[in-house]
């Protein structure tokens, strides 16, 4: 079965504009990025809008590819960024540009979700810590995950997931078990064609979130859980813990 990687990189954002380009202790973070892709995937891309980051990925020595500025999402962008690479890949992996830190194991671990031929779609969730706050579980940017017995997704909200009735909600991160969903999506090539001709749903357009088109439509969404904290960059308050972050690492 052969794999690509595609890494969505937009240089617009109402947050924190060009951020992939941010610098990252003194490498750009799309390039951070790259260079942990490159450790398990021989074959990865990163697909962009904007020619200041096609130039800056192929500066570095990684492959980019331009595509439409008018993608609704990044799935949308990874099948053009496909197309247009003439790939003949059987799974899409769609890598956040954001996530400077991203393990090469969770990688990994949604390959290997693929073992199994029922597999169509595949994504990641983080257990959340039992003596963690309510306050950072019920954070709206960081969406839910709750799964069957199989490890299907049932549900992604950026509501808190289960709800646990009579229980002060103090105590709710000791009382069960909450999964926190991270972004980082698995497609075969067929799926993918086909999720990305689907209408927008009501839960995706109520919660803001992509993958409940596919549930409402039918699909299931496989979910490797991992144990590895990730930074995501939205923010350039994100960027200075990155930067305390990648400090601590070094």
């Known amino acids: 079965m052969k794999f690509i990687g595609i890494i969505p990189a937009r240089y617009a954002s109402t947050r924190f504009e060009g951020k992939p380009l941010a610098d990252l202790g003194g490498k750009r973070v799309i390039e951070h990025v790259c260079l942990r892709v490159s450790s398990v995937l021989d074959d990865f891309a990163v697909a962009t809008d904007d020619r200041r980051i096609f130039d800056a990925v192929t500066a570095f020595g990684a492959k980019a590819v331009m595509t439409s500025p008018n993608h609704r999402s990044g799935t ?25 830190f991203v393990a090469p194991e969770q990688i990994r671990q949604i390959m290997s979700c693929f073992d199994n031929p029922g597999t169509d779609i595949a994504t990641l969730a983080l257990p959340y810590p039992h003596d963690g706050s309510f306050a950072g579980l019920e954070n709206p940017n960081k969406p839910k995950v709750v799964m069957d017995s199989r490890n299907n997704a049932l549900m992604f909200s950026r509501s808190v997931i289960p709800y646990l009735r009579g ?15 991270i972004g980082m999506y698995a497609f075969r090539i067929d799926t993918l064609r086909k999720v ?11 919660e803001s979130l992509e993958q409940l088109r596919w549930l409402e439509n039918g699909y299931n969404i496989k979910v490797a859980i991992t144990d590895t904290q990730t930074i995501g960059i939205d923010t350039p308050a994100d960027l200075e813990a990155a930067k305390a972050f990648l400090s601590n690492l070094n």
């Open 167 to 181: 229980v002060d909600k103090e105590q709710w991160p000791a009382s069960a078990d909450y999964f926190t969903h």
């Open 196 to 206: 990305t001709r689907l209408p927008q749903s009501t839960l995706e357009k109520a």
């Open 76 to 100: 949308d962008r990874c099948l053009e960024a496909y197309d247009n690479l003439g790939s003949d890949a059987d799974v899409v992996i769609n890598i956040q540009g954001d996530e400077p």
